[in-house]
């Protein structure tokens, strides 16, 4: 299987189909609000909302209610433990562990499915734009940011691999200047893995 990677040159700023395990059903308490549901299960809110089309008013919710909650469990194990690598290579290199951002990995992963979805590879994207635009898109505020992608690597650990060999795509990930990442796995039905990494410093 054909494997590339690329590289997204650290850049600062100077004005500072996913596959799914069986949903989860969540029963709504009192004080509870979809915002909430989504925060506390590292979803995004436009995620739950999808998944429950039988709510007319997603700001109202009843104690009581049924919610279904998309379960990526599987997923999040397998970008964790690229985020452990990570951290393990900074670790080596004298460097602070950076600090797991979900939000961040919500926006790599939609990086990672876009990628499938409009048939591209390129840190450039047809639906988001920059890495740096898509990330503002999403709502996530940074000083820095810088982006890895790859396709092909079936294993947190080959794309690690990959990344550390490449010296551009190991800058990014030993640089000083990041303090959060979030990492993006999908998986197209050929069965390609696309794995992105973002980078930021609020």
Known sequence: MKKRIVLILLFILMFTSNVFAQPLEYTVVPGDTLWKIAVRNQIGLSEIISANPQIENPSLIYPGQKITVPNIDDIKALEDEVIRLVNSERTKNGLPALEANWQVSRVARYKSQDMIDKNYFSHTSPT??????????????????????AMGQRTPSEVMDAWMNSPGHRNNILSPSFTEIGVGLAKSEDGRYYWTQMFIKP
């Not at 635009?133 to 982006?147: N, P």
């Open 128 to 149: 988001y734009g920059s890495p740096f635009r898509m990330l503002e898109s999403f709502g996530v505020s940074f000083s820095a940011g810088g982006e890895n992608i």
